[in-house]
């Protein structure tokens, strides 16, 4: 299974970006997936999922009205449109698979390497 996530890069703060991933090997339609986001000496945090029919959406309430999160089940591609950015949302941001419910941050155990978001002042 692998999930290769892209679109990272340098922003300034009120810009936008959209972070995509890629998957294979992964029965994508039938899993939630989730963005998330790890700053320099922080915890890994939840940011955006997505329900496996793209039907349904949750949003931490720091991306709520900022972030979109959508799928595309014939490409097994999830997608994380990125606006207002703000320094705070600088980090690396990750996807992540679940078999489980959408919303259960915790269910998410198939993981792709990062993408860095910097976001300037």
């Known amino acids: 299974v692998q999930l290769q996530a892209s679109g990272g890069g340098l922003v300034q703060a009120g810009g936008f970006l959209r972070l995509s991933c890629a998957t294979s090997g992964l029965t994508f339609s039938r899993n939630a997936m989730g963005w998330f986001r790890q700053a320099p000496g922080t915890e890994r945090e939840f940011v955006a999922a997505?329900?496996?029919?793209?039907?349904?959406?949750y949003y931490a309430d720091s991306v709520k009205g900022r972030f979109t999160i959508s799928r595309d089940n014939a490409k097994n591609t999830v997608y994380l449109q990125m606006n207002s950015l703000k320094p705070e949302d600088t980090a690396v941001y990750y996807c992540?698979?679940?078999?489980?419910?959408?919303?259960?941050?915790?269910?998410?155990?198939?993981w792709g390497q990062g993408t860095l978001v910097t976001v300037s002042s």
């Open positions: 992540a698979a679940s078999s489980h419910y959408y919303r259960d941050s915790t269910s998410y155990t198939t």
């Open positions: 997505v329900s496996w029919d793209g039907g349904s959406t």
